[in-house]
């Protein structure tokens, strides 16, 4: 597959980065950990987010969206890891258009789509049960009591899920995993502080009653479901961290530039020459990796899954290297809060984590390859 972009996806590219460097700095997220802001994004900026376009690029056109695809979306999050703007592109844009456009009934459409593609609704995903990714290993329980089910169970690392309007929780049934949409408000949430300030939330449901029509897509085969849709959000969050990484080596070259010792720049020495350098490859790298995902999901090719285990694994490395380099060669400044290097350090750490680490992405790709 060629790995260029589109013209019309060029244009979203240039579109997205003029849009998150004016309107979302980094220091609009340092604003909202630090008035420890109860919503974690701008709801204003979302609306605006939402205006463009960008929440419908994975919802066909027949339910209002523009069916762009994920190449069209992965411009969004890179540019948007750029500035680690805080908004519910991953939560909403992605996990909870893909489930509904491919899972969704038509009346369940009708009746979510509209206010996704408006950013008037907020949506989560509410899967993981531990301390690591384990997209199939569900106890939270949905028991049949005739006239809809039960839901008993918690999950934690939920993004999003403290102020979403709807739950979509992936629970065990008698023969498989079913997505349920659950009211927000229906469950006891506790929203936990990230060390990178991401919006995430421990939920509890007790004994909480749904119908019949909360079901997403069929019953006992919500793990295929679930499956497609983390494979668009691994290479989604891949292409969050690739803008991430390369915003960290732009920032960390530029201070190898303007920092002198013994009357020269710093960047005139060789070792760090040979570091920066290492940097640019990985980022490219990087890039080449996340766009052949993207790609591959977006023309449905079989080795889509594989593909995206190589660019999360991948993305999971270069912004751990670039996250670390960046405060290294920064020396002690490099070191303080005051600083926006260490931010994107820091997000490294939980994004790397986020829908599988580089054990389990090279795990699932060794799997998939037959080893």
Same mark, same amino acid.
């Given at each position: 597959?060629?790995?260029?972009?589109?013209?019309?996806?060029?244009?979203?590219?240039?579109?997205?980065?003029?849009?998150?460097?004016?309107?979302?700095?980094?220091?609009?997220?340092?604003?909202?950990?630090?008035?420890?802001?109860?919503?974690?994004?701008?709801?204003?900026?979302?609306?605006?987010?939402?205006?463009?376009?960008?929440?419908?690029?994975?919802?066909?056109?027949?339910?209002?969206?523009?069916?762009?695809?994920?190449?069209?979306?992965?411009?969004?999050?890179?540019?948007?890891?750029?500035?680690?703007?805080?908004?519910?592109?991953?939560?909403? @844009? $992605?996990?909870?258009?893909? *489930?509904? /456009?491919?899972?969704?009934?038509? %009346?369940?459409?009708?009746? &979510? =789509?509209?206010?996704?593609?408006?950013?008037?609704?907020?949506?989560?995903?509410?899967?993981?049960?531990?301390?690591?990714?384990?997209?199939?290993?569900?106890?939270?329980?949905?028991?049949?009591?005739?006239?809809?089910?039960?839901?008993?169970?918690?999950?934690?690392?939920?993004?999003?899920?403290?102020?979403?309007?709807?739950?979509?929780?992936?629970?065990?049934?008698?023969?498989?995993?079913?997505?349920?949409?659950?009211?927000?408000?229906?469950?006891?949430?506790?929203?936990?502080?990230?060390?990178?300030?991401?919006?995430?939330?421990?939920?509890?449901?007790?004994?909480?009653?749904?119908?019949?029509?909360?079901?997403?897509?069929?019953?006992?085969?919500?793990?295929?479901?679930?499956?497609?849709?983390?494979?668009?959000?691994?290479? @989604? $969050?891949?292409?969050?961290? *690739?803008? /991430?990484?390369?915003?960290?080596? %732009?920032?960390?070259?530029? &201070? =190898?530039?303007?920092?002198?010792?013994?009357?020269?720049?710093?960047?005139?020495?060789?070792?760090?020459?040979?570091?920066?350098?290492?940097?640019?490859?990985?980022?490219?790298?990087?890039?080449?990796?996340?766009?052949?995902?993207?790609?591959?999901?977006?023309?449905?090719?079989?080795?889509?899954?594989?593909?995206?285990?190589?660019?999360?694994?991948?993305?999971?490395?270069?912004?751990?290297?670039?996250?670390?380099?960046?405060?290294?060669?920064?020396?002690?400044?490099?070191?303080?809060?005051?600083?926006?290097?260490?931010?994107?350090?820091?997000?490294?750490?939980?994004?790397?984590?986020?829908?599988?680490?580089?054990?389990?992405?090279?795990?699932?790709?060794?799997?998939?390859?037959?080893?």
């Amino acid at each position: 597959m060629p790995l260029i972009l589109s013209d019309e996806a060029r244009m979203v590219r240039e579109t997205a980065l003029d849009f998150f460097r004016e309107r979302s700095p980094i220091t609009a997220l340092r604003k909202l950990r630090d008035d420890n802001d109860p919503v974690g994004f701008s709801r204003d900026l979302w609306r605006q987010m939402a205006e463009l376009g960008w929440t419908g690029f994975l919802v066909d056109e027949d339910d209002g969206g523009s069916a762009f695809g994920m190449t069209g979306l992965a411009q969004v999050m890179e540019a948007s890891g750029r500035t680690l703007t805080a908004s519910p592109l991953l939560s909403t @844009a $992605l996990l909870g258009a893909s *489930l509904l /456009s491919h899972g969704g009934s038509d %009346d369940q459409k009708a009746e &979510y =789509l509209p206010p996704l593609l408006a950013g008037e609704h907020i949506f989560a995903l509410a899967l993981e049960e531990g301390t690591r990714h384990a997209p199939n290993q569900i106890a939270l329980t949905a028991q049949s009591d005739g006239s809809g089910y039960r839901l008993n169970g918690q999950k934690t690392f939920v993004l999003d899920g403290h102020i979403a309007n709807t739950l979509i929780v992936a629970a065990r049934t008698a023969n498989g995993i079913t997505l349920f949409l659950v009211p927000g408000d229906a469950a006891t949430r506790k929203r936990l502080i990230m060390v990178d300030s991401r919006n995430a939330a421990s939920i509890r449901l007790d004994n909480v009653k749904v119908s019949p029509e909360a079901v997403l897509g069929p019953v006992d085969q919500g793990a295929a479901l679930l499956d497609l849709t983390l494979d668009r959000a691994r290479a @989604a $969050l891949a292409a969050e961290m *690739l803008g /991430s990484a390369n915003e960290a080596f %732009d920032r960390t070259v530029q &201070y =190898l530039k303007d920092r002198k010792q013994f009357g020269v720049a710093i960047g005139s020495f060789q070792a760090l020459k040979h570091r920066a350098a290492q940097m640019f490859c990985e980022v490219e790298m990087t890039r080449s990796a996340v766009l052949a995902a993207v790609s591959a999901l977006d023309q449905n090719s079989n080795d889509a899954a594989a593909l995206v285990s190589l660019a999360k694994t991948k993305a999971n490395d270069t912004l751990l290297l670039c996250g670390n380099e960046g405060v290294q060669m920064h020396g002690g400044i490099g070191m303080t809060d005051e600083h926006e290097i260490g931010f994107f350090m820091k997000r490294s750490r939980v994004a790397q984590a986020t829908f599988g680490d580089t054990a389990f992405c090279r795990d699932r790709y060794a799997r998939l390859m037959g080893y």
